[in-house]
């Protein structure tokens, strides 16, 4: 994990250094994205995700059964 915390840093320093008007256009372009750096993430979630995640179907199959976002969230 010290290799993602690493480049966690670099992503955080170059964001950081841009201003405002840089940060809109990238925000324009790609949404929130950025701000996935600063959301504080646990280690063991992060692993039950992978583990646990079906991209293809974009759902969590916990044995037999899928878990799916309903439309309100």
Not at 19 to 40: S, T
Not at 43 to 62: E, H, I, N, Q
């Amino acid at each position: 994990m010290d290799c993602r915390r690493n480049r966690e840093d670099e992503l955080k320093g170059i964001w950081q250094s841009w201003d405002e008007v840089k940060k809109m256009r990238f925000q324009d372009k790609y949404g929130d994205v950025a701000q996935l750096l600063f959301v504080k993430l646990h280690d063991s979630l992060l692993k039950a995700m992978v583990c646990f995640g079906d991209p293809t179907y974009r759902c969590f199959t916990f044995n037999e059964v899928d878990m799916v976002p309903s439309i309100e969230e």
